[in-house]
């Protein structure tokens, strides 16, 4: 899953910060349980948990990390 | 990237073993420099081992170091001398820190065990448990705590420890006792009973069959001083304290199922929830060790070597004191 988002285009790793948990440990662990996951692998944006036990197409990745930049900056969208 | 895997740092604990003094081991942490936690343990003048123990407890270990070296009691050494001698083996390197937590191993291969949960309501009837799990032929009998209890039957206990008829690990309350020379949460145990509780190993690995076996208590592992998510059996410890809350929500079982390839451990025994179950996840077994003394009965559990697994029964007896 890490690498997943480590080869998003450039553009996308710029309106984003990534935060990665090992679940062998107490504080991926707890994460887990905060997001309310039950499977591995599991991605959260904003806070919210939206892949669970897939690892999903780039597209559809880059089209879902897209939709919450333009709902918390409408300003900037449209603009290059 | 970010990870976020790695905890605080911890104090750092150390264990001594002593020479040509009466407590055979000298336990103690260092934080930022500072002593704490203190302890002489196996023998000795408890009180005035407590005295050292309360007046040093804060302080900046190079200057007690100093101040204690050359202090004589017997063949030119003492108790203080001897924790001079720890502060300064540990500050030039020569003492390494000691385990957050203390596994046993059993050498012993094994095909057919006696799992014995929490005691302290059941102290007095360990003769009779061990009596009937002899009489099923089980080659080892481990018990997971708490070994001790609120009155003076927890003495069976210690004899039983003492002759080898049992392997006790540590509970919660077990180590929370064992923390103080005196007093603490059990105050009734004598100084020399909470020596031999601070001695006993945390966790216990053994073979069962072809299977690879660790049994433990429960949660208090994971806020032990030192204690790391890369320690033998962190990653069980970890799974099922924290990922499942013992085996509880089995909405997170696919989660388990995913990370039980990481186990060291075939079959994963804890006990800290008080009750009897066993699961079957990710090829792994999970076996929740209930109390001695269930519901108006002798419990304990009967574990056997299986061609896929373990095979797991909870045996209940009525006891006539």
Same mark, same amino acid.
């Given at each position: 899953?890490?690498?997943?988002?480590?080869?998003?285009?450039?553009?996308?790793?710029?309106?984003?910060?990534?935060?990665?948990?090992?679940?062998?440990?107490?504080?991926?662990?707890?994460?887990?349980?905060?997001?309310?996951?039950?499977?591995?692998?599991?991605?959260?944006?904003?806070?919210?948990?939206?892949?669970?036990?897939?690892?999903?197409?780039?597209?559809?990745?880059?089209?879902?990390?897209?939709?919450?930049?333009?709902?918390?900056?409408?300003?900037?969208?449209?603009?290059? | 990237?970010?990870?976020?895997? %790695?905890?605080?740092?911890?104090?750092?604990?150390?264990?001594?073993?002593?020479?040509?003094?009466?407590?055979?081991?000298?336990?103690?942490?260092?934080?930022?420099?500072?002593?704490?936690?203190?302890?002489?343990?196996?023998?000795?003048?408890?009180?005035?081992?407590?005295?050292?123990?309360?007046?040093?407890?804060?302080?900046?270990?190079?200057?007690?170091?100093?101040?204690?070296?050359?202090?004589?009691?017997?063949?030119?050494?003492?108790?203080?001398?001897?924790?001079?001698? +720890?502060?300064?083996?540990?500050?030039?390197?020569?003492?390494?820190?000691?385990?957050?937590?203390?596994?046993?191993?059993?050498?012993?291969?094994?095909?057919?065990?006696?799992?014995?949960?929490?005691?302290?309501?059941?102290?007095?009837?360990?003769?009779?448990?061990?009596?009937?799990?002899?009489?099923?032929?089980?080659?080892?009998?481990?018990?997971?705590?708490?070994?001790?209890?609120?009155?003076?039957?927890?003495?069976?206990?210690?004899?039983?420890?003492?002759?080898?008829?049992?392997?006790?690990?540590?509970?919660?309350?077990?180590?929370?006792?064992?923390?103080?020379?005196? !007093? !603490?949460?059990?105050?009734?145990?004598?100084?020399?009973?909470?020596?031999?509780?601070?001695?006993?190993?945390?966790?216990?690995? &053994?073979?069962?069959?072809?299977?690879? +076996?660790?049994?433990? &208590?429960?949660?208090?592992?994971?806020?032990?001083?030192?204690?790391?998510?890369?320690?033998?059996?962190?990653?069980?410890?970890?799974?099922?304290?924290?990922?499942?809350?013992?085996?509880?929500?089995?909405?997170? &079982?696919?989660?388990?199922?995913?990370?039980?390839?990481?186990?060291?451990?075939?079959?994963?025994?804890?006990?800290?929830?008080?009750?009897?179950?066993?699961?079957?996840?990710?090829?792994?077994?999970?076996?929740?060790?209930?109390? +001695?003394?269930?519901? !108006?009965?002798?419990?304990?559990?009967?574990?056997?070597?299986?061609?896929?697994?373990?095979?797991?029964?909870?045996?209940?007896?009525? &006891? %006539?004191?």
């Amino acid at each position: 899953m890490a690498e997943s988002v480590r080869v998003l285009p450039e553009d996308i790793q710029k309106l984003i910060e990534v935060h990665q948990w090992d679940m062998r440990t107490r504080l991926g662990v707890q994460r887990f349980r905060e997001l309310k996951a039950r499977s591995l692998p599991s991605v959260a944006l904003d806070g919210e948990l939206v892949y669970e036990a897939i690892i999903p197409p780039q597209e559809e990745l880059i089209e879902a990390i897209q939709k919450r930049y333009a709902a918390k900056n409408p300003a900037d969208v449209g603009s290059p | 990237m970010e990870n976020r895997s %790695h905890p605080n740092p911890q104090p750092s604990r150390y264990v001594f073993r002593t020479t040509g003094v009466c407590p055979a081991e000298i336990h103690f942490q260092l934080i930022d420099g500072r002593l704490s936690n203190i302890r002489f343990v196996g023998g000795g003048c408890p009180g005035n081992a407590q005295l050292v123990a309360r007046l040093l407890e804060g302080k900046p270990a190079v200057q007690v170091a100093e101040e204690l070296k050359g202090i004589a009691c017997r063949e030119s050494t003492s108790c203080p001398d001897q924790l001079s001698q +720890a502060i300064r083996d540990a500050q030039e390197g020569r003492l390494k820190t000691a385990e957050s937590f203390l596994v046993h191993s059993d050498p012993t291969p094994r095909s057919r065990v006696a799992l014995i949960g929490d005691l302290s309501d059941a102290a007095d009837m360990i003769q009779r448990l061990i009596v009937l799990c002899r009489q099923r032929a089980v080659e080892a009998i481990y018990c997971l705590g708490n070994l001790t209890g609120r009155g003076a039957s927890s003495k069976a206990i210690f004899k039983a420890l003492r002759k080898d008829y049992v392997t006790g690990i540590l509970g919660a309350a077990d180590w929370s006792s064992a923390q103080t020379a005196s !007093g !603490g949460e059990q105050p009734f145990l004598n100084t020399q009973e909470k020596d031999q509780l601070i001695q006993l190993p945390h966790v216990v690995q &053994f073979q069962l069959g072809s299977w690879k +076996a660790v049994a433990f &208590f429960g949660q208090y592992l994971q806020q032990l001083p030192g204690y790391s998510d890369f320690d033998p059996f962190a990653i069980e410890i970890n799974m099922v304290c924290g990922l499942t809350n013992f085996m509880q929500d089995e909405a997170v &079982f696919p989660a388990l199922e995913a990370m039980a390839s990481q186990f060291q451990a075939d079959l994963v025994l804890f006990s800290q929830p008080r009750s009897w179950g066993h699961w079957r996840v990710g090829g792994k077994d999970f076996i929740s060790v209930g109390p +001695a003394w269930d519901g !108006g009965q002798m419990a304990w559990g009967l574990l056997e070597a299986g061609t896929d697994g373990a095979l797991f029964q909870t045996i209940l007896e009525p &006891f %006539h004191p």
